[in-house]
């Protein structure tokens, strides 16, 4: 996913690297029909943007998920939130 992000990112002529995205990215793991299952996958994003550009950065946060095969293999299976924090250099 952080891939998929960090080419929306770089589309938006908005640098990626190094280190200006970071993932905090936890599952949620539960047993509704007593099989272990994951139901939840919360991301949390760091993002580092230049001055200008968090209208950008909060565009492709918002979309990059419908490109992103990860979230698109999973769909329908697992719930996926994200989250995110813009800091601007």
């Not at 960090?6 to 509704?32: H, Y």
Request: hydrophobic residues 40%.
């Amino acid at each position: 996913m952080v891939g998929t992000l960090s080419g929306a990112l770089e589309a938006r002529k908005i640098p990626t690297s190094p280190d200006k995205v970071k993932a905090n990215i936890q599952g949620t793991i539960e047993a509704p029909e007593g099989v272990l299952k994951i139901t939840k996958i919360s991301c949390h994003y760091n993002v580092k943007v230049p001055d200008g550009k968090v209208d950008a950065a909060e565009r492709a946060l918002s979309v990059f998920e419908k490109g992103c095969p990860v979230a698109q293999t999973l769909k329908g299976a697992v719930e996926f939130e994200h989250t995110w924090d813009i800091e601007v250099y």
